[in-house]
């Protein structure tokens, strides 16, 4: 009888539950807040959310939105990217970035990352956007390359 590698690791791709658990009393009772209030939809609550977000991150604005889907693609539009666009992005991206892209209308371009910081890898998108004929780089952007028709990219 051969030997049997019988072990099974299973690597959770994500633990939501460790970060409500960290929260769970504040996030308990503002659920329980809200039930009782009967507003479900944006009201105190979320006015609330958004004032105390904005000056968490420091920004003069912050709008709550139904979903992180909902943000990745409000965020799309907001920067001008739409049909005929390409955006590059990681590999490993939440199936939600890829998603939003193709709600907007544009085509996802995956690159992979750097082994070392897990974020894009330069060598790689440097390769994705050579083989994307007739495009151009314009500017150094940390997150994602948003490579619009016009040849302009931004980042979101
Ligand atoms: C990094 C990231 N962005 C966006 C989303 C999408 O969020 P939602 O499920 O609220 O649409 C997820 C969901 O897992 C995510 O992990």
């Known amino acids: 009888m051969g030997t049997r ?3 099974q690791i299973v690597v959770p791709q994500t633990d939501p539950k460790a970060n409500y658990l960290v929260h769970r009393a504040e996030i308990d009772a503002a659920i329980h807040r809200v039930l009782e209030s009967g507003w479900y939809i944006l009201g105190r609550e979320v006015e609330t959310f958004e004032h105390e977000f904005a000056a968490y991150v420091g920004v003069h604005h912050a709008i709550g939105v139904g ?12 920067c001008g990217v739409g049909s005929g666009d390409l955006v590059f992005t990681v590999s490993h991206t939440a199936v939600a970035t890829v998603a939003a892209i193709e709600l907007v209308g544009a085509t996802p371009v995956l690159v992979d990352i750097d082994p070392i910081t897990y974020t894009l890898d330069p060598n790689s998108l440097g390769a994705a956007l050579a083989r994307s004929p007739g495009r151009h780089a314009q500017g ?3 997150c994602a390359f948003v490579w619009p028709s016009d040849g302009h ?3 979101s």
């Open 67 to 78: 979903s992180g889907t909902d943000a990745l693609e409000l965020a799309l539009r907001a």
């Open 5 to 7: 590698l019988s072990q």
């Open 153 to 155: 990219a931004s980042d």
């Open 140 to 142: 150094d952007y940390p």
